[in-house]
Each structure stands twice: as C-alpha cells, then as structure tokens.
T-cell receptor
C-alpha cells in the first residue's frame, strides 16, 4: 500500500462548486504539505502544517483553505472553484526528526474546473 | 525570493547517450538541493539529495553536483535507457523546510 494517498485521483467540476481534496498518510509524519503543479512552473506550495494544531500559508494560498483533521489526514478545499485552479495537486509529508528532512509525495490529484 | 530554473525544458536523446540536466537558483542560502523524478500519474520520487556542504552525490548511474556559490546543480545520467524517460525536477530547501521547485526537464530516451 502507498504511504501517501490522495483522493480523488481525478476530478472535473464546474466554476463555483466547492471541492475537497483529501490526503492520508501512514508514514507517521508530523509535517504535511499541499502543492499545485502547472505546466512548466514546477510545484508551488499552497499550505503546510507542522502538526495538528499548526497551519501555515504557502506561496499561493488565496482561494484555498485546509483542515488538519488528524496527524494522518490533511484536506485541501476550494470554496468556490475557478478555471485557473485547474492543475495537478500534490500532497507531501516529512518527518522533522530526520536529517535531511525529505518530503514524500502522493500520486497527485488532477483537477479540472470548467 | 528564491527562483529555480531548469534548462532545457525538454530533451530527447538516443538510448545509451549520457544525459545532462541543469538547474540554477538565485539565493545561495539553502540547506540542500534535491533532484526528483516524476512519472505520469505518479507522484514525485526523490533521486538524490545534496546537502549544502556537499559537492556531489552519486547513486548508480546518477550523479548530481552542486556549486552553491554560483547557484548551479547538474544531474548526470550515464548510459541512458528508455526507462529513464520522465520529467526531472530540482528543488532547493531553505529555512522552514520549504521546497522551491524548478519547472522541470522532460526527458525522452529513444530506443
């Protein structure tokens, strides 16, 4: 079984709809991250969480919100989806007690907003 | 603000040829630099991580160098194989464990 899972893997929705992307991990890591990838732009950080009570904005948090329901779960929400949020979304985890603090990525969720 | 650039954006080589992928970054205050491989429909897989105090790392046919002062890293893949076809991303890690990614180089190795 994969250590970092994302659901759904693919989603097509319409402008204005509320969407939630979910991430679960079995690695026992405290730190979790959400990124989006656009063609040719690499991955950009949306939000990150260093533990259940810690939530931080990343580089491009506008239009997104997150919830850290438990150590193993970190959800990303688009309250009112818009077409320029069409992208590939990745969740990642890391463990701060390891040096170096390598991030482990899920398989991604491809989101299309029409 | 850290910016990471990868050139070329795409590369096509015949099987057996050596691959050279370039990554440059604007702020030398980094903890480490990582090279990732991305396959369609799959997440990112870490290939090599070079600490800021290191000059290079090697794993099998892969060798990555780091010149922090000039803001450059190069990933070499020796004797390329069709299975090496993928997108390769470099990322630098700075304070707060944040990764800044380059746009990637899409590699095609032709049999």
């Amino acid at each position: 079984d994969a250590d970092v899972t994302q659901t759904p893997r693919n989603r097509i929705t319409k402008t204005g709809k509320r969407i939630m992307l979910e991430c679960s991990q079995t690695k026992g890591h405290d730190r979790m991250y959400w990124y989006r990838q656009d063609p040719g732009l690499g991955l950009r950080l949306i939000y990150y969480s260093f533990d259940v009570k810690d939530i931080n904005k990343g580089e491009i948090s506008d239009g997104y919100s997150v919830s850290r329901q438990a150590q193993a779960k970190f959800s990303l929400s688009l309250e009112s989806a818009i077409p320029n949020q069409t992208a590939l979304y990745f969740c990642a985890t890391s463990a701060p007690d390891r040096s170096p603090d390598t991030q482990y990525f899920g398989p991604g969720t491809r989101l299309t907003v029409l | 603000k850290q910016e990471v650039t990868q050139i070329p954006a795409a590369l096509s080589v015949p099987e057996g040829e050596n691959l050279v992928l370039n990554c440059s970054f604007t702020d030398s205050a980094i903890y480490n630099l990582q090279w990732f491989r991305q396959d369609p429909g799959k997440g990112l897989t870490s290939l090599l991580l070079i600490q800021s105090s290191q000059r290079e790392q090697t794993s099998g046919r892969l060798n990555a160098s780091l010149d922090k002062s000039s803001g450059r890293s190069t990933l070499y893949i020796a004797a390329s194989q069709p299975g090496d076809s993928a997108t390769y991303l470099c990322a630098v890690q700075a304070a707060g464990n944040k990764l800044t990614f380059g746009g990637g180089t899409r590699v095609l190795v032709k049999p």
